[in-house]
């Protein structure tokens, strides 16, 4: 008799090629698309990457499957954080896992706006749902469920 012990493997992979800043790359583990992140744009400030506090999560159901429309906000203002991009995270089958990011300057004393801007990103989940199964979304640990259609 086997036991159902699973567990988990991180590596790092040296790429080949450069990434161009703000286009979307996928990642493929074993044929299914498990990953999906945008590069940062550099402009030389010293910069961190912080998740962004979530204002508001929507599933859309389209043509193509399934999106998510997420509003994220900036929380050091518009003079000293910038839109990062999103990273989808398919690891588990009726689990979807999304991160939101920002970059926030990381010097002290420098003056930052005090608007709080927010971004809206339409995020493409794909058709790859079985009907009838529920599956839970998890945006920066927002989570909202749906049964696929």
């Known amino acids: 008799m086997c036991?159902?012990?699973y567990g988990?493997?991180?590596s790092k992979v040296t790429l080949c090629r450069a990434l161009t800043a703000e286009d979307?790359?996928?990642?493929?583990?074993n044929g299914k698309l498990t990953l999906l992140f945008t590069v940062p744009q550099s402009d030389g400030q010293a910069m961190a990457e912080k998740e962004?506090?979530?204002?508001?999560?929507m599933l859309d159901e389209t043509d193509d499957g399934y999106q998510l429309i997420v509003v994220?906000?900036?929380?050091l203002g518009?003079?000293?954080?910038?839109f990062n991009g999103d990273e989808i995270n398919r690891r588990f089958f009726d689990r979807v896992e999304v991160t939101v990011t920002h970059l926030e300057i990381e010097a002290q004393n420098v003056?930052?706006?005090t608007d709080y801007p927010t971004v809206e990103s339409v995020i493409s989940l794909g058709d790859v749902f079985e009907t009838g199964r529920t599956y839970t979304?998890?945006?920066?640990?927002?989570?909202?469920?749906f049964i696929a259609r």
């Open 3 to 5: 036991t159902a012990i």
């Open 52 to 57: 962004s506090p979530i204002q508001s999560v």
């Open 78 to 82: 518009s003079a000293c954080s910038k």
């Open 24 to 29: 979307e790359y996928p990642v493929t583990v």
């Open 111 to 113: 003056p930052c706006t």
């Open 137 to 145: 979304v998890s945006v920066n640990g927002e989570e909202t469920s």
């Open 8 to 10: 988990y493997h991180g």
């Open 72 to 75: 994220s906000g900036l929380s």
